[in-house]
């Protein structure tokens, strides 16, 4: 009885050091994938309170949105909601999102996904 040997990719250099990997998520406004750093997170925290979480470590259900103005508001349409399962935001929960929204800048760069900027000649 043979054994056959383990499958070897041809594309596999066995001396080359992967690269680091680097987790990605998806925004919940506008669905675009980008490196989880990148993004801010939104915890539903054990006790139901929805809040911002700048360090990405506290426990509960997150969910990812750009720092863009245009996507914080498709999340706070209700798809913040349901990516992290809670029926409604509570008032004061969603007052604070929104206090979030109304700091960020009103330019918030090119729409994402739109690719570089067009220059007239």
């Given amino acids: 009885m043979s054994l056959a040997a383990a499958p070897v990719w ?4 066995s001396n080359a050091m992967p690269g680091k990997h680097i987790p990605q ?8 994938v980008q490196a989880k750093r990148q993004l801010i997170r939104v915890v539903r925290a054990p006790d139901g309170h929805v809040q911002i979480d700048p360090t990405g470590k506290r426990s509960g259900r ?6 863009r103005r245009p996507c914080w508001e498709q999340a706070l349409r209700g798809r913040l909601s349901f990516a992290l399962k ?11 999102l929104e206090a979030h929204v109304a700091a960020l800048p009103d330019d918030s760069g090119p729409a994402p ?3 570089p900027a067009q220059v007239p000649t």
């Fill in 10 to 13: 041809p594309h596999t250099d």
């Fill in 113 to 115: 996904g739109s690719g």
């Fill in 62 to 67: 997150g969910a990812y949105v750009h720092e």
């Fill in 86 to 96: 809670v029926e409604r935001l509570a008032d004061e929960d969603r007052a604070a």
């Fill in 25 to 32: 998520r998806t925004c919940v406004g506008c669905r675009e």
